[in-house]
């Protein structure tokens, strides 16, 4: 089974192209990226994938930042197999990054698209994933698995009064393990590879070493940056603006069309070197939690987003943020309110106009209005979006995981009929 790794392809688009690519863009959106006009289906292992045009602005000190396109995917590992069968639908990928400098629209070998699709690759310096080693083949085995056991269970003929939550999964097992199209959900689904296992088990000790080791600077430091910090805070200018009407419009008109939605947001991180320094602490902190402790369906508390991720662009003066959610998004910024209010100030803090905080994590997303009009005004609209289960929330992934197990695990009868609950 692979983990998952988050795609971000960044690219400067062709001076004076960045309205047509807008234009094709939208025509693609109207399309529907799940109609086939971009074949994100055709490609093994996509859950989530997207395109935005970042328009030309200038940076905090007027100097210019050309417009950009950014294309986005989270996909089970390797990255490099991702490349190749993207840069294989040469018709989409040559009309759509076609309108970028350099692209090799005239060499037709897969190796010139493959080569340049990886120089323009982004790191992030957090990537959040639900469950990680969840793969796609995974969630959709499983999404089938709970619709036929309910098919069985609804079967016309079938009574299942009286008979005990253990007998009746005695009878779905057996049911399960006579169809080769369900058999394997028997066993456990299988683990990310030794390599992967490693090199996380080798981060997680590793990065508290370090930080043990530099110890006593830190703490000689941790003043210093204390008075820096409120010091700035008390200079920090807020964005007072409310959202554009035309833009909540354009957003929300790419909204609520199926069980889940995506967010899209990019800011420029305030001047000078201690809130860019700031930045990258607070992302490398965020970076080590969710990789190794918020991993298994949970971000401290919040069940529904599926993958996200922050970007830094423009050598840092930047960033960005990617998430494919469940429910609205009204629902979605009081969920992170109501319990990660102090996270988000943490790293948002250090993005220009956001609402004023006081020691990093109070304040800010505190004052719930000023934080939800910062975040719109600051969202960008993605006219090609595609899931490949948008029907399902996290809690149905997780729900049909759970189906899952509960066919080979060892349960009491008070475990067993929580388990039939799930159907």
Known sequence: M????????????????????RELLAELGRKGAHDGAIPFGELPGVHFARFFVLDQVGDLDGRPIPASLVYLSDVDAPLDRHLRQLAGKADVLDQVFGYCEDYPVAVPALGA????????????????????????????????????IQDFLDEPGRDWAGRSPTEVRREVRRFVASRPDLARAMSPPRRPGIVFRVRETAHKIALPLVVLVLS?????????????????????????????????????????????????????????LFRRLTMRIVLAGVSYAVRHFYNAGSLAGVRTIHF?????????????????YDGSQESYMSDFIDRLAWGLNAVFSNGHGY????????????????FKNYLRNHQLPAPVWYS????????????????????????????????????
């Open 388 to 423: 490949a289960y948008d029907n399902l929330t996290a809690d149905n992934v997780a729900a049909n995981a759970r189906i899952r197990a509960g066919l080979h695990a060892d349960l009491t009868p008070a475990q067993t009929a929580d388990w039939l609950a799930l159907l």
């Open 216 to 272: 006593p600077a830190l703490l000689v430091a941790l003043p210093a940056w204390a008075v820096l910090l409120r010091w700035h805070e008390r200079r920090d200018e807020e964005e007072t603006k409310r959202p554009d009407p035309m833009l909540v419009a354009e957003l929300t008109s790419y909204e609520d069309h199926v069980v889940q939605n995506a967010f899209t947001a990019v800011g420029f991180v305030k001047a000078g």
């Open 308 to 324: 996200a991720r922050w970007v830094p662009i423009d050598d840092g003066r930047r960033l960005f943020f990617a998430s494919n």
């Open 355 to 370: 609402p004023r905080t006081r020691w990093l994590v109070k304040g800010g997303a505190e004052n719930e209005q000023a």
């Open 2 to 21: 692979p983990h998952q790794v988050a795609i971000t392809i960044h690219a400067p688009i062709r001076a004076g192209s960045a309205a047509d690519l």
């Open 113 to 148: 698209r493959v080569a340049w699709l990886r120089r323009h690759v982004v790191s992030s310096a957090v990537t959040y994933v639900n469950t990680v080693g969840r793969g796609l083949d995974q969630i959709r085995q499983e999404a089938r698995l709970r619709e036929a």
